[in-house]
């Protein structure tokens, strides 16, 4: 590649934090319950392991936009 293939197409990458930034942004606007969930689910599972939240099932547990909006706080304090 030279320098002038180099210019027309910039290579973007996100790093993962930046997604997680994003979407812990993007998650608050979003006014499905169900999609804030996925949005939630979808964090965690970017977080390495010892970061990750312990997300209780939907079937025994009934996540709110509280508990999200909590669970999207706490997960900001540990990335960032």
């Known amino acids: 590649m030279n320098e002038k293939t180099a210019m027309k197409s910039p290579k973007i990458t996100m ?10 942004q993007n ?3 979003e006014r499905s319950l ?7 689910y979808h964090i965690n599972s970017l ?7 312990k997300i209780p099932s ?5 996540l709110t936009t509280d508990y999200i909006n909590m ?8 990335v960032f």
């Open 15 to 24: 790093t993962c934090q930046d997604q997680i930034l994003e979407l812990i």
């Open 47 to 53: 977080l390495v392991r010892p970061d990750q939240l």
């Open 58 to 62: 939907t079937q025994s547990h009934q």
């Open 34 to 40: 169900s999609k804030k969930k996925e949005i939630l």
């Open 71 to 78: 669970a999207l706080h706490r997960i900001e304090g540990k």
């Open 27 to 29: 998650c608050p606007t």
